[in-house]
C-alpha cells in the first residue's frame, strides 16, 4: 500500500529565503510521486512529478524535488521564496492499479 | 475536452434537499476521483473509478452519498438529504494511468443553508 506524510502543517518563510516542504512516501512498489499547488481559492495544479527518470525534478515556478529512495522522501524545495509561493502544497503518491494517495498538505506563508 | 470540467460551480442548496454534482473527465483518462474539501482543510477521498472495475467506495462518509460512472465517461456524485456539515468544495480528478498525476477540474462548492 502506498501513503505519504508531509511533515508540518504550516511552513512561514521570509521572502528570498529556501523554500523546504518535507513529504516521506510509503510504497510497497517503485511510486509515482507527486506535489500540487493550491493557491487561495482556487483548484490543484500540478507542481512537478517523479516517474522514475531523473532522481531530481524540475517544476514550474521554479520549484524542484529530489527522489531519494534511501530516504524514502520527496521533499520540495525553492532557492528563494516569493510572495506569490503563498498557498498550499500537497504531496501525493501513486502505485499500480493507478490509486492515489494525498498528504494532507502544508500550508506555506512568505513573510514580507 | 482540454480539461475536466465539473458542474455547477457553485450550488446552494436548502438543508435535506438532494444534489447531484457532475465530473466530465478528459476523454480516454480511466481513473476518476472524487474529493472532498472542507474550508481550510487537506483532501478528503470519497470515491475512486478505475476503467469498467468495481469502484472504491471506502471514501464515502455514510449511505447519503453515492456516485455512479459509466465506462470512462461522465461521473455523478449524489448527496442525499443534505447537511450542514456537508458544505465543501467537491473536487473531480482524472488520469489516463496514474503516472503523469491526476488533473483536477476547478471544483463545485456546495453550501447547504
Known amino acids: 500500500a502506498q501513503s505519504v506524510t508531509q511533515l508540518g502543517s504550516h511552513v512561514s518563510v521570509s521572502e528570498g529565503a529556501l523554500v523546504l516542504l518535507r513529504c516521506n512516501y510509503s510504497?510497497?512498489?517503485?511510486?509515482?510521486l507527486f506535489w500540487y499547488v493550491q493557491y487561495p481559492n482556487q483548484g490543484l495544479q500540478l507542481l512537478l512529478k517523479y516517474t522514475s527518470a531523473a532522481t531530481l525534478v524540475k517544476g514550474i515556478n521554479g520549484f524542484e524535488a529530489e527522489f531519494k529512495k534511501s530516504e524514502t522522501s520527496f521533499h520540495l524545495t525553492k532557492p528563494s521564496a516569493h510572495m506569490s509561493d503563498a498557498a498550499e502544497y500537497f504531496c501525493?503518491?501513486?502505485?499500480?492499479?493507478?490509486?492515489?494517495?494525498f498528504g494532507t498538505g502544508t500550508s506555506l506563508t512568505v513573510i514580507p | 475536452g482540454a480539461g475536466v470540467s465539473q458542474s455547477p460551480s457553485n450550488k446552494v442548496t436548502e438543508k435535506g434537499k438532494d444534489v447531484e454534482l457532475r465530473c466530465d473527465p478528459i476523454s480516454g483518462h480511466t481513473a476518476l476521483y472524487w474529493y472532498r474539501q472542507r474550508l481550510g482543510q487537506g483532501l478528503e477521498f470519497l470515491i475512486y473509478f478505475q476503467g469498467n472495475s468495481a469502484p472504491d467506495k471506502s471514501g464515502l462518509p455514510s449511505d447519503r452519498f453515492s456516485a455512479e460512472r459509466t465506462g470512462e465517461s461522465v461521473s455523478t456524485l449524489t448527496i442525499q438529504r443534505t447537511q450542514q456539515e456537508d458544505s465543501a468544495v467537491y473536487l473531480c480528478?482524472?488520469?489516463?494511468?496514474?503516472?503523469?498525476?491526476?488533473?483536477f477540474g476547478s471544483g463545485t462548492r456546495l453550501t447547504v443553508v
Open positions: 510504497s510497497s512498489v517503485p511510486p509515482y
Open positions: 480528478a482524472s488520469s489516463v494511468d496514474g503516472k503523469g498525476g491526476y488533473t
Open positions: 501525493a503518491v501513486s502505485g499500480t492499479r493507478n490509486q492515489f494517495y
